[in-house]
């Protein structure tokens, strides 16, 4: 049963149906209320967890993210994941329907809608070492190359499970959160949390390309789920065949804590600032000219005889013509974790990039951007994983269990 | 000239007023844009910055929150204050109104209206000393009594200024902090920070109170605008004499990182957590009967002969009735930092309290709480400050100008 359909019949049951002292054993969410009020607005929206794909992937980045990682806890195997991923499974699809599930007595998302919930699973590489199930270890989980221009914290990185929340609301999103970590027990012990934000909808007059924390609109050129070849750049293909073959429909994350220094940022003029992006700041159009939405036209030149374009702008050094079509849906949360020990700020983004291949999105742009991107100066990537997301799952089946079970 | 207006003649200038290739060092709010549409939801909501009180305070806690502490610089006096807070508060007015300050070209609240932003600037007891103004601090700037379930940690508690940032899009928030930052250059060095956040408007089906991370509907009781005896117990009175005069106006505000053992509590059954508090944890109604908003009957028998309220739970605790008319206003924020090295949340509230004179408000209070309260031991008090927050100020005036002037 819903939790808004039963305020409906609570109200229509009438305010006077108040129990007094005490509630005999009643859970939280049997329990009486009075307000019968529908849903509208930013709370009411739904993104559905069954599906082909999984949720919180080519969908809008919510308001709020939580990114967690887990280490399965010694002794337990595969079993114990295949039972996890089940309750985390159901646990994920009832929340995003609005409803209680059983025995939940947290109450903290209590009033609100699913506010767009997503929860996204994901398995790491040593996932598979952990539970006997490395022959099928998709070999797209190779480590990443390391780039030159990274300075990594492993105990920030990667991990066995990957768990990724969203919600319009902060707190739908930490009780999603609160509840995954509760079902865990003792089958998994947390690795790492990272906690981002986007925009409120509503906040703009209409919905918008997001912008960063370094005031850039970011995100133009992402694919679109309408584009014709979307499906095949970001999802592993339906027929996939081999020891992988359990990741049909799914995707690969790719995940970085990017630090901004903002403070040497901010510092740079805007046209200086400008330049390092290769697009306009105020509106996110490309110096070669135009709108936002505009192609960027690599070898136009300016008044001034130049490129509009530097040589080393981000969105030259980063577009799919430079990098062989190499194409990546990135769906990134800004985040903000107060101060350093020098004062800077502890804030940038925390990007997650969405690919069928890493190999073929991220990898490549990301080796083009070590040697050449004029914006890597302004930049740390502090820490990094990778992760194999399944497809999704239909109604009474998990996340992963072709994998688990197959 | 406010962003959106700037953004309403753009558009009348048309769609083909777009510059290429380079603004020509024109800075980012003056920048052609080609976005006439209204604002209107969450974006348009503004709070005035100028009045008889600040903003950020009788005001409903916004959907992020930024709390920060500054010390003065060495050698930064109380001139080197007073520039400050003049150039602070003007900041703050214009970002309040939705316009972007004068060489501001960080752009990360450009697309965005006000979304409700307030900034709030007060005092703590260490700026008098550093300021030659001792003879002026208020006697309410006591230090706080120790309490026995308090672990402080110092280097998280008082400073010598303090700002509050209240928005409902985390972009306006976090561009607010940065600008604040910015404008402060070497004058101040930052202390402490932390960031909470409440419920997205529009997530419930109607405005309702906040509910913290234990679940729990929070803040029923909390004084109303509309109390005859609101402006009496929340702000020092308009005509107060001698040498804390320039509070005229003002209020003190209690701040307390208050971790809650997340773990205990939600093992805890619901019964047992409802007797702690003595409300219902569903719809915050009190166990003596009726809804959120009905009285506490703290005499009530239940069916069962015992008292309805039991005797250590905390709204019996808390209660003004209890307190001798102790009242604050309760406008807090709930925080999540990840997890602590135990594997536990590190989460909790950020408590903010208001009051005309803490004697009369948070320290009687509080000091029951530390003796007979239930819910104590599910809390840790991890951090604390007591600020003096001035009075409103008039356009043209800045915060705090009757003490760095008078």
Redesign the interface.
């Known amino acids: 049963m819903s939790r808004r359909r039963l305020l409906g019949t609570a109200g229509a049951v009438g305010?006077g149906g108040?129990?007094?002292?005490?509630?005999?054993?009643?859970?939280?969410?049997e329990?009486?209320?009075?307000?019968p009020?529908?849903?509208?607005?930013?709370?009411s929206a739904t993104v559905p967890f069954h599906g082909d794909h999984q949720a919180g992937i080519a969908d809008p980045a919510q308001?709020?993210g939580h990114l967690l990682a887990f280490d399965l806890a010694p002794g337990a195997d595969r079993k114990a994941a295949a039972a996890l991923l089940r309750r985390w499974s159901a646990t994920a699809a009832e929340l995003a329907e609005g409803r209680t599930p059983k025995g939940d007595?947290?109450?903290?998302a209590?009033?609100?809608?699913p506010?767009s919930l997503t929860v996204t699973f994901g398995f790491g590489r040593s996932f598979f070492d952990r539970t006997g199930l490395t022959d099928r270890r998709p070999a797209a989980l190779e480590p990443l190359p390391a780039f030159t221009q990274d300075a990594l914290d492993p105990k920030r990185g990667d991990g066995d499970l990957w768990v990724q929340i969203g919600a319009?609301?902060?707190?739908?999103a930490?009780h999603a959160l609160?509840l995954l970590?509760?079902q865990a027990g003792d089958a998994v012990?947390?690795r790492?949390?990272?906690?981002g934000?986007?925009?409120?909808?509503?906040?703009?007059?209409?919905p918008?390309t997001q912008?960063n924390?370094?005031?850039?609109v970011d995100g133009t050129n992402n694919p679109k789920p309408t584009d014709p070849d979307f499906e095949e750049k970001i999802f592993v293909p339906r027929d996939r065949k081999g020891p992988d073959a359990w990741m049909a429909g799914g995707s690969y994350a790719v995940v970085r804590r990017i630090r901004m220094l903002?403070d040497t940022w901010?510092n740079l003029?805007?046209?200086r600032?400008?330049?390092v992006i290769g697009r306009?700041?105020?509106?996110g159009?490309p110096?070669?000219?135009?709108?936002?939405t505009t192609p960027v036209d690599l070898e136009?030149i300016?008044?001034d005889g130049a490129l509009?374009i530097a040589g080393d702008a981000h969105v030259r050094v980063a577009a799919p013509s430079a990098n062989r079509g190499a194409t990546m849906l990135r769906r990134a949360f800004?985040y903000?974790?107060?101060?350093r020990d020098d004062?800077a700020?502890d804030?940038g983004l925390l990007f997650v990039a969405w690919q069928a291949d890493p190999m073929k999105g991220f990898v490549p742009v990301q080796r083009k951007l070590d040697r050449g991107d004029g914006l890597s100066r302004f930049l740390r990537h502090e820490a990094s994983g990778l992760f194999a997301v399944p497809g999704g799952c239909a109604e009474g089946e998990y996340v992963g269990q072709r994998l688990l079970e197959g």
Chains 1, 2 share one sequence.
């Open positions: 305010a108040l129990v007094v002292g005490g509630l005999g054993g009643a859970s939280v969410a329990a009486v209320r009075e307000d009020d529908p849903l509208s607005g930013v709370g308001a709020h007595d947290t109450g903290i209590l009033d609100a809608g506010s319009d609301d902060a707190l739908v930490f609160r970590r509760k012990r947390p790492w949390e990272m906690s934000f986007n925009r409120t909808p509503g906040a703009t007059p209409r918008m912008r924390l370094m005031g850039q903002l901010d003029p805007l046209e600032q400008e330049r306009r700041k105020s509106d159009a110096l070669s000219g135009g709108g936002e136009k300016g008044p509009a800004s903000h974790d107060g101060f004062g700020p804030a």
